[in-house]
């Protein structure tokens, strides 16, 4: 027996086989089109299908009424226009072999009233929510009626639409989980105060749901462990709650989630990243399973099989949620099948999918995940095999690198330090962010498997480059720190110099942050956790704005544990040396009065400026003068500029060598114009 056979066996469900037990739970990609699931959103959960998923559950937070804000772009299931569109998503899935559940909710608070329809927000009773920022009205009589039937009316469509069950969203205080949770719930009529009350609520949603779709339809209930909030239930009142439930006869299975949505550090929690530990609330879905007498299902922060195996095995739960982990690769199972452990690309927490859904793609490291309709995630082999140069071995050209190798391709990857990876490796160098490595690694160990010739310690040259007579040439060089243009620059270091080690840290360091994103808040923590008296000073509103939800609860966190005194809206416009000190001048974004702070250190974080000498000198060389066609880029067809027909190759700049921006889309611009050649 491999110790994965027991994850990968059928378990049967109520009158459901499941054929392994494996899934991913409900999740608001961000993909709907007009509150539709469209082709994008199908294609997506069928790539997790054929990738030998078990049961793959759509619709994070899908709405069953317009009162329910589209918060993150969700699914809306308050109306029968999404019949033939579910019916497409079952198909899709079915024929695959997986099942297919929706996950149903009210949002009631958790969104912003200037949405849609302009409807009232609703909940147990009048309070805000911090995350979303928005109050409530309190439900009243004819609102409950309208939102439980509304749920039976969405569960019933998710039957008609041929899904195999549907999921209530009772957690994250959602409307359902509001009313369980004594911090949301002050009513003092039959629906609040003692835990009887605060459950009636949802009891009656299941029992009209119930009632609605009869018994050989799934229904599944997703609930929280432990609030994780003061005042909020806790371990044990939420495992009285799942019993409860769980008694009821009401429902197939629950979903063991934690925390709260109202606030950040809940969000935070109810998302672990990187930052936290593998499995980090599994004892709590553990403690349900002891308990409570139907299956018991459990997403988070499990990443790698052998963790997803022994949470199986070791009798913690029935069935195992690899959910970012099928964000980063649909294909998890179907390569444990085929035994190609090294082959799966691990998600590494880095939140990217919850911190920008809806912008596009979702994972950071593979950028076929919800562009599926475009961007196929195993390429087939191309017509011809071409000579291809790729300069660069930072995630845009091992991307480049690893997808031309994959087409049938003849790669050369040029990389002028001893190491593959580029800006990545100082991001890891960052405290708690060490997975990062893994999105090189995987890159690494796949450009090798496929046979790239790696040349590390060798500067991709003008002459190196057309000495290899290539048909195509990816300028993958990166970006160079910008350097700052006021008096006393010179004085100052980057943030780059500082995360590589290449200058040693101060003692008492002044961080200047123009960009934002998590390099300079990075650059911070690393200085903060290793003893510096540190202050971080940004001309933004506040610190690290433009790092998501998520992942700026970690950061900050740790500069407030770490004593980092954090100045927005004031820029620095000047340093200069005073005796032993370096004096820092900073201006008030707002007023303009000026302030100076004494420092050893000044360190400055203002993104970079493309890398662009190799990619002039090669340009006159080329077909294309190194232009892309747009439109073909953007309708899937071959680059086919010819704008010097002299020219011997085509080139293409990709990553931050084209302009500053990040990890997903320095991959993804390889993968979208490797993808036809
Ligand atoms: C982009 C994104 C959106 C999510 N939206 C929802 C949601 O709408 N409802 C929900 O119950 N969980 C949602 N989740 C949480 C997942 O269901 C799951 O609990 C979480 O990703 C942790 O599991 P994992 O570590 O296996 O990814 C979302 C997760 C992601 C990545
Ligand atoms: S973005 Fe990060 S957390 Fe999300 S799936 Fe990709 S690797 Fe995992």
Not at 263 to 272: D, I, N, R, S, W
Not at 421 to 438: D, H, I, W, Y
């Amino acid at each position: 027996m491999s110790s994965f056979d027991t994850l990968l066996s059928p378990y049967r469900l109520k009158h459901l086989l499941l054929r392994n037990r494996v899934l991913s739970t409900g999740h608001a990609s961000g993909l709907a089109e007009n509150g539709m699931p469209g082709e994008t959103y199908q294609y997506y959960h069928e790539e997790k299908a054929k990738g030998g998923i078990g049961l793959t559950i759509f619709g994070g937070s899908s709405s069953v009424a317009p009162d329910s804000p589209l918060a993150f772009n969700q699914i809306d299931l308050s109306h029968d226009r999404v019949l033939p569109y579910l019916e497409r998503m079952s198909d899709r899935v079915h024929r695959h072999g997986a099942a297919i559940f929706c996950q149903i909710t009210h949002l009631g608070r958790r969104g912003n009233w200037r949405n849609e329809h302009w409807l009232p927000m609703v909940g147990p009773s009048a309070s805000r929510e911090i995350a979303h920022r928005s109050f409530a009205k309190e439900m009243e009589d004819f609102d409950f009626r309208r939102i439980i039937k509304a749920f039976a009316d969405a569960a019933e469509r998710g039957r008609k639409g041929g899904l195999d069950g549907i999921e209530v969203m009772a957690a994250a205080h959602h409307l359902i989980d509001s009313f369980l949770s004594p911090v949301v719930n002050h009513r003092t009529d039959s629906y609040g105060g003692s835990l009887e009350n605060r459950m009636r609520f949802g009891l009656e949603v299941l029992g009209a749901i119930r009632e609605r779709v009869g018994n050989d339809f799934i229904v599944g209930l997703r609930l929280s462990g432990d609030e994780l909030i003061e005042g909020g239930l806790d371990a044990s009142e939420c495992l009285k709650v799942a019993s409860l439930f769980g008694q009821s006869g009401l429902i197939d299975y629950l979903s063991i989630y934690q925390a709260h949505g109202d606030t950040f550090a809940g969000l935070a929690a109810m998302l672990p990243d990187m930052t936290f530990p593998p499995a980090a609330f599994l004892y709590l879905a553990s403690a349900v399973k002891a308990e409570v007498d139907i299956p018991i299902i459990h997403a988070s922060a499990i990443r790698d099989v052998t963790t997803a195996s022994r949470a199986i095995e070791d009798g913690h739960i029935d069935l195992v949620a690899m959910t970012r982990a099928h964000i980063a690769d649909p294909h998890i199972v179907r390569k444990l099948q085929d035994n190609r452990l090294d082959d799966i690309r691990q998600c590494v927490g880095a939140n990217y999918c919850v911190d920008h859904a809806g912008q596009g793609g979702l994972c950071i490291q593979n950028a076929a995940t919800g562009r599926e309709k475009h961007l196929p995630h195993i390429l087939s082999k191309a017509p011809h095999s071409r000579r291809i140069v790729v300069a660069g071995g930072g995630p845009g050209g091992l991307e480049a690198a690893r997808a031309a190798a994959e087409r049938g391709h003849r790669v050369t990857l040029f990389e002028s330090s001893a190491v593959l990876g580029g800006q990545v490796n100082l991001a890891k160098t960052v405290p708690q962010r060490e997975s990062m490595s893994g999105i090189v690694r995987w890159l690494e160990h796949q450009v090798r498997k496929k046979g790239v010739e790696i040349r590390l310690n060798t500067p991709a040259t003008p002459d190196a480059v057309l000495a290899e007579n290539p048909d195509f040439v990816f300028v993958a060089t990166g970006g160079i720190p910008h350097r700052p243009t006021f008096t006393g620059a010179d004085l100052t270091v980057s943030s780059w110099s500082i995360l590589s080690g290449e200058v040693q840290a101060g003692s008492n360091v002044l961080v200047y942050d123009e960009v934002g994103l998590p390099t300079g808040i990075g650059c911070v923590d690393f200085l903060a956790s290793r003893g510096c008296t540190v202050e971080m000073v940004t001309a933004d509103r506040m610190v690290a704005e433009e790092v998501g939800a998520t992942l700026h609860v970690g950061y900050v966190r740790n500069l407030y544990k770490n004593n980092v005194i954090m100045s927005p809206n004031m820029q620095l416009v000047g340093a200069y040396q005073e005796g032993n000190a370096l004096i820092a001048v900073l201006r008030n974004a707002y007023t303009g009065s000026e302030e100076e702070r004494s420092v050893d250190q000044i360190v400055h974080e203002l993104g970079t400026s493309p890398d662009q000498s190799l990619y002039r000198a090669l340009r006159p060389y080329s077909s294309n003068l190194g232009e892309v066609d747009y439109e073909a880029l953007i309708d899937d067809r071959v680059q086919n500029v010819r704008t010097n027909p002299d020219g011997a190759f085509a080139l293409f700049r990709i990553g931050d060598a084209l302009f500053s921006r990040n990890i997903h889309a320095a991959i993804y611009d390889a993968g979208r114009l490797v993808k036809d050649i």
